[in-house]
């Protein structure tokens, strides 16, 4: 079946420093969608893409789409503390018709 | 704040135990879901109703039993729970379904040990 991969698993930065996750399908996607989970917390929405190549800014948090649609990474600009939590990436199963879950990236931040 | 309310937040139950976690959304959308969460494994997926009608049953065992009222409500009766069934369940809904992209909402989720 169609799997969601997430690399690192965990990954601890320094405060300020720069951090990047990525996520890998064994299918082409027609969308992927990100999420952070804060540590105690539930899944929060972030942002989905659809396009070929697309390439979406939240403040510090930088989303892209490859061109491909099979994979995609976010990375964060200079951490805060605020950041910490895990972040999971969702793409369309093989059927499309369920969201299928990556495992997630831990991320901790150390002031 | 969440649109996706869940009760309880927290649950101990022992194995002959029946309980039910009852969720409630206020985001007028059509579809809901049950998710497992546990340590070190990736969301699973449960459930999911559209329009109150069940769509997906993911492989799940019969102790876990789902219910959806109407649009805006959906429980789920636990019975003879095992203790690996211990996990953070979280509910979520979302406009569409997950075919076309719809974000899911999540609620807080309850988290459940089974002594």
């Known amino acids: 079946g169609q799997q969601v991969m997430q690399i690192p698993q965990y990954q601890h930065v320094q405060e300020g420093e720069d951090f990047t996750t990525y996520c890998n399908s064994s299918t082409t996607l027609s969308n992927i969608q990100w999420y952070k989970q804060r540590p105690g917390g539930h899944p929060v929405f972030l942002i989905q893409?659809?396009?070929?190549?697309e390439v979406k800014k939240q403040k510090r948090l930088t989303f892209q789409f490859g061109e491909a649609k099979k994979n995609s990474s976010l990375h964060i600009t200079a951490t805060q503390t605020t950041d910490v939590g895990t972040y999971f990436c969702a793409g369309p199963g093989e059927y499309g018709n369920k969201l299928v879950f990556g495992a997630g990236t831990i991320l901790r931040v150390k002031s | 704040e969440t649109g996706v309310t869940q009760t309880p937040r927290h649950l101990v139950m022992g194995m002959t135990n029946k309980k039910s976690l009852k969720c409630e959304q206020h985001?007028?959308?059509?579809?809901m879901y049950w998710y497992k969460q546990s340590a070190k494994k990736p969301l699973e997926l449960m459930f999911v109703?559209?329009?109150?009608?069940?769509?997906e049953n993911n492989s799940v065992p019969s102790r876990f039993s789902p219910e959806c009222p109407n649009s805006s409500h959906l429980f789920l009766h636990l019975h003879t729970l095992q203790p690996e069934d211990s996990a953070l369940y979280l509910c979520?809904?979302?406009?569409?379904?997950?075919?076309?992209?719809?974000?899911?909402?999540f609620g807080n989720g309850t988290r459940l040990t089974v002594t």
């Open positions: 979520a809904s979302s406009l569409g379904g997950q075919g076309d992209g719809s974000p899911l909402h």
């Open positions: 985001l007028g959308h059509n579809a």
């Open positions: 893409l659809v396009k070929s190549g």
């Open positions: 109703y559209n329009f109150k009608e069940q769509t």
